[in-house]
T-cell receptor, first 113, second 111 residues
């Protein structure tokens, strides 16, 4: 089974500072990888997804970017954070069999102050 | 753009009561997945349904997929405090690999 490591768990950053959130996956190869953002108590908004190394699809225009330098590594970045970037960020992986569902990391709570 | 609507948005009940939450899509589901999320954690998959009219049971949870594959319900029998959480429905496309979520139903079960 897949395991997703996501860090840090909590992050407080000033407006205008850079951001780097990292996600690594164990237990599978060549997964689809995803970054979601979640407002408190609400559904998940898909930000980026990747079907392979160096392949990134953006779902919404925003202040964030994503990169996939290795097969099981997915990074979410920003050059300058905005207050509106605050939220709960989740990394997810989908293995070969889509009906097995997605495996999620435990998330990063980002507060921009 | 597909929209998933979940109702109710919030539900607070006493332990032992039964409840049903709903998920409706603006278009036919590719595949429907239900997840449960606890505060500060990522969602965890409960079930995947694909076939219209399909019914799946997971202990006290019963999942039903509408015949037209545009709606689904989750019924919990004799709810327990451990059932507390955010219940999310999602549509997954096997082609694109994208998973689109509803806004969720927050369930609170009081002891």
């Amino acid at each position: 089974s897949q395991t997703i490591h996501q860090w840090p768990a909590t992050l407080v950053q000033p407006v205008g500072s850079p951001l780097s959130l990292e996600c690594t996956v164990e237990g599978t190869s060549n997964p689809n990888l995803y970054w979601y953002r979640q407002a408190a108590g609400r559904g998940l908004q898909l930000l980026f997804y990747s079907v392979g190394i160096g392949q990134i699809s953006s779902e919404v225009p925003q202040n964030l970017s994503a990169s996939r330098p290795q097969d099981r590594q997915f990074i979410l970045s920003s050059k300058k954070l905005l207050l509106s970037d605050s939220g709960f960020y989740l990394c997810a992986s989908r293995g070969r069999y889509w009906d097995y569902g997605y495996t999620f990391g435990s998330g990063t709570r980002l507060t921009v102050v | 753009t597909q929209l998933l609507e979940q109702s109710p948005q919030f539900l607070s009940i006493q332990e032992g009561e039964n409840l049903t939450v709903y998920c409706n899509s603006s278009s036919v589901f590719s595949s429907l997945q239900w997840y449960r999320q606890e505060p500060g954690e990522g969602p965890v998959l409960l079930v995947t349904v694909v076939t219209g009219g399909e019914v799946k049971k997971l202990k006290r949870l019963t999942f039903q997929f509408g015949d037209a594959r545009k709606d689904s319900s989750l019924h919990i029998t004799a709810a327990q405090p451990g059932d507390t959480g955010l219940y999310l429905c999602a549509d997954g496309s096997s082609n694109t690999g994208k998973l689109i979520f509803g806004q969720g139903t927050t369930l609170q079960v009081k002891p």
